[in-house]
């Protein structure tokens, strides 16, 4: 079976990694899409941070040019604490303001996934994993900040679970690749049950 090309429409280095590493080939493209006036009109009209997540995620497949044929995957993210969504932060002091505010707390990631194939949704998944951020001291926010550098800054959550992150938490409910910005194992069974990969 010869399978029909993939393209992630994503810059997210964290994404590309999950699906070199699952051994799928696969282009990357980064979608120019305006993702902050897309969340601000989603969570106006009032939905919630899921559908704003995959509305973004669709926007992002539909972005990129391709070529008859082409598979392309769109994936976002968006975290919501209580009522608040959060955005990446733009320096250090917006990352040690959104930690403090996540610091004890639980809070979701919506990570939204879908397939589009000639251009048309075929497959679309929103996973939601939980992660309850412990009760950090104010010596190890400041540590953790200056060891992390500008490393937080493209993250959502300002963490990264592969690395000094995990430190952050007590306990993690949800699937790891789902955490890093793409729910994998749904996406894998969706590209075999769409004859994209081998069954």
Avoid: N
């Avoid at 490393?151 to 992150?165: P, Q």
């Amino acid at each position: 079976m010869e399978s029909p090309p993939i393209v992630l429409a994503s810059r997210s280095d964290a994404r590309r990694t999950l699906v070199e590493s699952a051994g799928l080939s696969a282009r990357f493209m980064a979608a120019d899409v305006d993702e902050h006036a897309i969340r601000t009109a989603m969570h106006a009209a009032g939905h919630d941070a899921s559908a704003a997540a995959l509305e973004l995620a669709r926007a992002k497949a539909r972005a990129v040019e391709v070529a008859s044929g082409t598979v392309v995957i769109g994936a976002d993210q968006i975290l919501s604490c209580g009522e608040e969504w959060f955005d990446k932060p733009d320096d250090r002091d917006t990352a040690r303001a959104q930690l403090l505010r996540l610091r004890g707390r639980a809070h979701v990631l919506h990570t939204a996934v879908c397939l589009l194939r000639d251009g048309h949704e075929v497959w679309h998944h929103v996973a939601c994993p939980v992660l309850h951020m412990r009760t950090f001291s104010e010596s190890f926010l400041e540590w953790y900040l200056a060891a992390e550098g500008e490393a937080i800054l493209s993250c959502v959550g300002c963490y990264r679970l592969e690395g000094r992150g995990i430190q952050l938490f007590s306990r993690i409910e949800g699937e790891q690749s789902a955490i890093m910005g793409l729910p994998l194992l749904p996406l894998l069974a969706a590209l075999r049950g769409q004859d994209i990969i081998l069954p």
